[in-house]
């Protein structure tokens, strides 16, 4: 079993849609977790970090937490066509030490 | 502007070569990591370094070496030992030592073997 899981995608939303990604994660004791956002032949950049269980809100984006399912996911509001890129989802080891990326979905918003 | 500088943006081996990647920060982070992505796949750990001249390995180790001789720098070389080495090698950092510490990345180097 993979640390994090994405589905891959591809995901396709109309603009000015909600698209919603989603990840989860197999250690249970895991605290912190990220969401990054990779254009086409570029690195990744940090979008939202998430700490406690609940929704965390800034600007069109939104990270929801759920410890319990070992959940995690990231809601774009008023979706945009410069939204369309690679979401990564990464989460930090109970050790702290490490990340675990997942292997992103893809999302295209269609203008 | 603080930041992580990754040089070259693109690089080049022929078969049998060595060659070394550059990675710098001026963020003051301790940790530092490299990751490797092949197309349409996530990121793999290589080698990180949480302290200077101190370093582990990650996941996909082989064929590759690193150093930490400054807090600022973080070097990889891909030896002529890793067969497959053509993919995009991306240089992380982060503060270190706390459980919530977020990983910032460089603008990456992407390796094509001839």
């Known amino acids: 079993q993979k640390e994090v899981e994405q589905n891959s995608g591809p995901l396709s939303v109309p603009e000015g849609a909600i698209a919603s990604l989603n990840c989860t994660y197999s250690?249970?004791?895991?605290?912190?977790f990220f969401w990054y956002r990779q254009y086409s032949g570029k690195s990744p950049e940090l979008i939202m970090s998430i700490y406690s269980n609940g929704d965390k809100e800034d600007g069109r984006f939104t990270a929801q937490l759920n410890k319990a399912s070992q959940y995690v996911s990231l809601l774009i509001r008023d979706s945009q066509p410069s939204d369309s890129a690679t979401y990564l989802c990464a989460v930090i080891s109970n050790t702290g030490n490490q990340f675990y990326f997942g292997t992103g979905t893809s999302l295209t918003v269609i203008p | 502007d603080g930041g992580i500088t990754q040089s070259p943006k693109y690089l080049f081996r022929k078969e049998g070569q060595n060659v070394t990647l550059s990675c710098e920060q001026n963020?003051?982070?301790?940790?530092m990591y490299w990751y490797r992505q092949d197309p349409g796949q996530g990121l793999r750990l290589i080698y990180y370094?949480?302290?200077?001249?101190?370093?582990q390995k990650g996941d996909i180790a082989e064929g590759y070496s690193v150093s930490r001789e400054k807090k600022e720098s973080f070097p990889l070389t891909v030896t002529s030992a890793q067969k497959n080495p053509t993919a995009f090698y991306l240089c992380?950092?982060?503060?270190?030592?706390?459980?919530?510490?977020?990983?910032?990345f460089g603008p990456g180097t992407r390796l094509t073997v001839l």
């Open positions: 963020l003051n982070h301790d940790a």
């Open positions: 992380a950092s982060s503060r270190a030592g706390e459980i919530t510490d977020t990983q910032y």
């Open positions: 250690d249970r004791g895991s605290q912190s």
């Open positions: 370094s949480q302290i200077v001249n101190d370093f």
